[in-house]
């Protein structure tokens, strides 16, 4: 069993590319990922530097969203709900568990568009990039 802890470096929208790199305690970059957006979508941060505690807004619905990327960039779980609208719970129904350093990325069709809502301990953060 290895003592190297896995944590989330937080992602960054750069040269038309989302980075998503996960680091270990050690300090080596094991991962990264690229998502050229090839001239074709245009990502925002949809980010939440510090989260309310509660089911909140993520991302407004959006009928052109093509791409969605969210990272949990803290150190306890988050609730992620992205198939049909309503409130974030962790463990409830409708409601998908990021851990600590895990990264969701759904594109093309599979892109819902309506609202997404996120939940998690208060204050921690968490990343989002919407590609439209």
Do not use: C, H
């Amino acid at each position: 069993m290895s003592d190297v802890q896995y944590r989330a470096v937080p992602a960054a929208v750069a040269d038309g590319s989302i980075v998503l790199p996960l680091a270990t305690s050690k300090g080596e970059t094991v991962v990264t990922v690229a998502l050229p957006t090839g001239g074709a979508l245009t990502y925002t941060d949809k980010s939440i530097a510090s989260m309310s505690g509660a089911s909140e807004a993520l991302m407004a619905a959006n009928t052109s969203r093509r791409a969605m990327i969210v990272q949990n960039t803290g150190t306890s779980d988050v609730g992620l709900r992205w198939v049909t609208a309503g409130t974030a719970a962790i463990g409830g129904a409708g409601t998908m568990t990021l851990k600590p350093a895990q990264a969701f990325i759904v594109t093309g069709s599979d892109a819902t568009t309506v609202a997404v809502t996120v939940i998690g301990t208060a204050g921690q953060p968490v990343y989002a990039a919407e590609g439209v």
